[in-house]
């Protein structure tokens, strides 16, 4: 749990991201990932595709040679978004701006600064 919010205030959080709502997909997948996971928000902000393990319901972070079991609520929302996220060659990073030009999340766009 983070230390600065109360469970009250994380449930909260959570629920926030409910709903079908395209913009809510992401928004919940990045918080049950800092939440569930204690990933850092940099490190949810460039996770890749190809880290997480969908047969095994495993997160791997190879900076860290860790591999982390994804919860199924966490493996959902994840799932939900990635199945909705836009389209883009050129890279494989999960979570992309929504704004144009569909691209990764850089230091200053907002994710970073939680």
Known sequence: MPRYLSTEQVNRLIAAGDGDAGARRPDRAIVLLLVR????????????????????????????????????????????????????????VLFLRRIARCRPFRRGDGICRW
């Open 37 to 92: 996971l204690g990933l850092r928000a940099g490190d949810a902000a460039q996770l890749r595709l190809t880290e997480i393990e969908w047969q095994t319901g495993s997160l791997r972070k190879s900076r860290y040679e860790v591999r982390l079991p994804l919860p199924q609520d966490v493996e959902d929302a994840t799932a939900a978004y990635r199945d909705c996220r836009p389209s883009t060659r050129r890279n494989d």
